[in-house]
T-cell receptor
Framework: DAGITQSPRHKVTETGTPVTLRCHQT?????MYWYRQDPGHGLRLIHY???????DKGEVSDGYSVSRSKTEDFLLTLESATSSQTSVYFC?????????FGQGTRLTVV | DQQVKQNSPSLSVQEGRISILNCDYT??????FLWYKKYPAEGPTFLIS?????DKNEDGRFTVFLNKSAKHLSLHFVPSQPGDSAVYFC???????????FGTGTSLTVIP
């Protein structure tokens, strides 16, 4: 377990507002990830980070940005939330082989 | 294009019997394959992995088989228990180690 904590766990926001989701890890893992889970799509990678200030895009990065100013924190920002970004968001960190996940954030954009 | 595919969205199995979950992939450069279990309102939890240089790995009740020529892997566990009812995700790790690619999941129901 990589000691991954996501906040908030639930959020409802209005279309057009900015939203930031936070991921915190306690195990000093280099790689961190943001995924979204949607019915019929499984888990899709939004962005990932391979170190402080080092990030790269995943397959569904449009409309999202990330920042990693400290090893332990990885932030996901929706610059202007849209209804299509209603989803469950998971943060993960990579151990030796596998990824460990947080408990998820359920985001609803109304 | 989906690089990891789970073609069975759902599966039912009788308690005590064997559960077999299947997964196909397209990229021969993946270096590890993994299985995760997910309960509602929780994050996925890691179950078992296998290196691309092996064809079988066992951990307790769980066994994963890898058939590289067919680009197919499967997760077997027995006996199935009601607590095993969950969504199971297959995943593959790119050979640079940077990314994990997930299937769409199989929802397993173990019938008492």
């Amino acid at each position: 377990d990589a000691g991954i904590t996501q906040s908030p766990r639930h959020k409802v926001t209005e279309t057009g507002t900015p939203v930031t989701l936070r991921c915190h890890q306690t195990e000093n893992h280099r790689y961190m990830y943001w995924y979204r889970q949607d019915p019929g799509h499984g888990l899709r990678l939004i962005h990932y980070s391979y170190g402080v200030k080092d990030t790269d895009k995943g397959e569904v990065s449009d409309g999202y940005s990330v920042s990693r100013s400290k090893t332990e924190d990885f932030l996901l920002t929706l610059e202007s939330a849209t209804s299509s970004q209603t989803s469950v968001y998971f943060c993960a960190a990579r151990g030796q082989t596998e990824a460990f996940f947080g408990q998820g954030t359920r985001l609803t954009v109304v | 294009d989906q690089q990891v595919k789970q073609n069975s969205p759902s599966l039912s199995v009788q308690e005590g019997r064997i559960s077999i979950l299947n997964c196909d992939y397209t990229n021969s450069m993946f270096d590890y394959f993994l299985w995760y279990k997910k309960y509602p309102a929780e994050g996925p939890t890691f179950l078992i992995s296998i290196s691309s240089i092996k064809d079988k790995n066992e951990d307790g009740r769980f066994t994963v088989f890898l058939n590289k020529s067919a680009k197919h892997l499967s997760l077997h566990f027995v006996p199935s228990q009601p607590g095993d009812s969950a969504v199971y995700f297959c995943a593959a790790r790119g050979n640079t180690g940077n990314q994990f690619y997930f299937g769409t999941g199989t929802s397993l129901t173990v019938i008492p």
